[in-house]
């Protein structure tokens, strides 16, 4: 199956600061690429969709302005958490997809804790 | 919006047991995935239906989706602690729609 890379796999951050995960599709060209949230003991929760090339759709709930997404490449997208808070820590996971409604492949996460 | 239960929330049996787990929603989805999450990782795809009343058959797994496509089963033979994780469904439409998620424990 295709693979899906994540970088950092954790991150710490102090409380105010900015932090940015990258994730990339590594042997596929990935027109849409998908951004979770999990919390401890849940399940995965849709944050947003990004298109390459155009602005990303976020799930009602999301702050737009807090968690930014590029998806500047066919391969890359980043999700920058923005002003981080102790409560925005979690586990944040992406996936990958040729286009919107094909099959998603997941990356294997980042952790982010925020003291 | 659409929801997805998943049952038994948490499930813990001995080896060698059978089990299903169960993902019911009120809404219907053009296709529905089964996931396997270990602790710290993403999640990974075991199994895709797209046919109502579909049944696929992976080694001790076997996946069924409804005739409605708005549920969907996941029976295990022989469990083994290997099959211990995080069990979750999704719902495919124009995005997926993850369930509640079933924890699995097998005990050796």
């Known amino acids: 199956g295709a693979v899906v890379s994540q970088h950092p796999s954790r991150v710490i951050c102090k409380s105010g600061t900015s932090v940015k995960i990258e994730c990339r599709s590594l042997?596929?060209?990935?027109?849409?690429m998908f951004w979770y949230r999990q919390f401890p003991k849940q399940s995965l929760m849709l944050m947003a969709t990004?298109?390459?090339?155009?602005?990303?759709?976020?799930e009602q709930g999301v702050e737009k302005d807090k968690f930014l997404i590029n998806h500047a490449s066919l391969t890359l997208s980043t999700l920058t958490v923005t002003s981080a808070h102790p409560e925005d820590s979690s586990f944040y996971i992406c996936s990958a997809a040729l286009v919107s409604t094909d099959t998603q492949y997941f990356g294997p996460g980042t952790r982010l804790t925020v003291l | 919006t659409q929801l997805l239960e998943q049952s038994p929330q948490f499930l813990s049996i001995q080896e060698g047991e059978n089990l299903t787990v169960y993902c019911n929603s009120s809404?219907?989805?053009?296709?529905l995935q089964w996931y396997r999450q270990e602790p710290g990782e993403g999640p990974v795809l075991l199994v895709t239906v797209v046919t109502g009343g579909e049944v696929k058959k992976l080694k001790r797994l076997t996946f069924q989706f409804g005739d409605a496509r708005k549920d969907s089963s996941l029976h295990i033979t022989a469990a083994q602690p290997g099959d211990t994780g995080l069990y979750l469904c999704?719902?495919?439409?124009?995005?997926?729609?993850f369930g509640t998620g079933t924890r699995l424990t097998i005990i050796p």
């Open positions: 809404s219907v989805f053009s296709s």
């Open positions: 999704a719902g495919g439409n124009e995005k997926l729609t």
């Open positions: 990004s298109n390459e090339g155009s602005k990303a759709t976020y």
């Open positions: 042997d596929f060209q990935a027109t849409t």
